[in-house]
């Protein structure tokens, strides 16, 4: 984006909001590039309308069971968002399945936080899944969206240790910790326009990678 045109972004959340409530402090604190200009929920009660509220956002209620199938939602939010002029779709936390209408309406403009790592235990109760299964590491994934469940191509990960006396809540809310860090960072990246998708992978220009090995437990 221009130095004087910030991203415009719309913000979809079914819950309370906690992402959501990242990104307004980023924004405010103008870390990253961009301007939350509609949050969007398919939930009437859900906290991530009242922390828009607060925040002085523009906010509304589509509510999914007022539309007879998916794609008829999908419609309604799609008008709703291009008429809010919205450059960039952000879920965090939306409890809603994408349909091809939605992303053929903002071609990887779509982006979402999921709390594993990709590919990796796609889906719902991820940390559960994680602790199960007996894995040494979990973490949070930022991807475009797709056709598929949590199968879009990879723009950020966060890599979190699976301790020996982990639960699923204790898991669950250090994943949450690096959520707030890397959805913020991933917006800016693709504000930067540093972003560039080629098949599955995702290039990111001028990035800092780190080459050294994650080992848990620690040799």
């Known amino acids: 984006m221009s130095a004087n045109k910030k991203l415009k972004l719309g913000v979809l959340a079914s819950g309370g909001g906690t992402n959501l409530q990242s990104i307004i402090d980023q924004c405010r604190e103008q870390k990253i590039d961009a301007e939350i200009v ?26 999914h069971r007022d539309y007879a199938d998916r794609q008829s939602f999908d419609q309604a ?38 709390p594993a790592l990709l590919p990796a235990f796609p889906g719902l109760h991820v940390q559960k899944k ?18 598929g469940v949590d199968t879009g191509p990879i723009i950020i990960q966060a ?12 898991l669950s809310a250090r994943i949450l910790e690096q959520e707030h860090k890397i959805y913020p960072q991933a917006i800016q990246l693709i504000a930067e326009g540093r972003v560039k998708v080629e098949g599955r992978r995702v290039h990111i220009e001028a990035a800092s ?5 994650l080992i848990n437990p620690s040799l």
């Open 159 to 170: 890599v979190v240790p699976i301790l020996d006396n982990d639960t699923e809540e204790t």
């Open 209 to 213: 990678n780190n080459e050294e090995a």
């Open 77 to 114: 939010v799609i008008r709703t968002l291009q008429e809010a002029g919205v450059d960039l779709v952000v879920l965090a936390g939306f409890m809603r399945l994408i349909s091809e209408v939605f992303i053929a309406a903002f071609p990887q403009r779509i982006v979402n936080i999921h």
């Open 38 to 63: 509609l949050v969007l929920s398919n939930n009437p009660d859900a906290g991530a309308l009242e922390r828009a509220a607060k925040a002085g956002i523009p906010s509304v209620c589509v509510n």
């Open 130 to 147: 994680a602790l199960e299964y007996g894995a040494r590491f979990a973490g949070c994934t930022v991807h475009f969206v797709d056709t």
